[in-house]
């Protein structure tokens, strides 16, 4: 585990382990952040991928572009594509919509969120 020091790298799996604590809840706080714990903690996982395979990821550069790099070149996972930013959507309405859509469940949709975490990570390490 990451203790924010400089000399220590930050492991963004500690991510969805607090995302693992928070889907116990039922309240609806608890249940959008695991949706955006376990969604980051899989983006700045393929970030630090991409990067290792020598990717320049710019400042800029937003999630789509992220994830589309993984379509292509050294590091290339493009089964996670269109997973990534399936998942970036369903993170975006849990952090932003006030009111979620209809047939929104989001205990259901917290504990799969969780499950495609897990996979996508798997799926990376391969």
Excluded: C
Excluded at 37 to 43: G, I, R, S
Excluded at 66 to 80: E, F, I, Q, S, Y
């Amino acid at each position: 585990m990451s203790t924010g020091s400089k000399a220590t790298l930050f492991e963004w799996i500690d991510q969805l382990t607090l995302a693992k604590e928070l889907v116990q809840r039922d309240d609806e706080s608890a249940l959008r952040t695991v949706i955006y714990l376990a969604y980051y903690a899989v983006y700045n996982t393929v970030v630090g991928h991409l990067l290792s395979h020598g990717a320049t990821i710019g400042k800029e550069s937003t999630h789509w572009t992220v994830w589309g790099l993984l379509n292509h070149g050294k590091g290339a996972k493009p089964k996670l594509v269109h997973r990534g930013r399936a998942f970036r959507d369903l993170r975006n309405k849990a952090s932003y919509d006030l009111d979620l859509p209809k047939g929104f469940d989001l205990k259901r949709d917290a504990q799969q969120a969780l499950k495609s975490a897990e996979a996508m990570l798997s799926e990376l390490k391969r």
